[in-house]
């Protein structure tokens, strides 16, 4: 990849995560956004991906909990 379009890209990405941290009402990250020190920011953006990780571990677990009895739906449209 040219030199130019890795700096475009970069320069894009940095763009668009600004964008997103300026209206995002995301929990942790809004917190990191109005924080004041570095130590702050870092704090709210490791208990943001801890939350997200636990979020998608307990989906995966309710997920698979669910398929293990194999339910299986009918229904009929019956016309009145």
Known sequence: MPKSKKATAKTSLSATVTWFKGF???????????????????????????GGILTVVSLYSTIQKYLKYGVVINYSVVKT
């Open 24 to 50: 995002t009402t995301l929990g942790g990250v809004t917190q990191a956004r109005e924080s004041d020190n570095r130590i702050s920011v870092a704090a709210w953006i490791v208990v943001f991906f801890v």
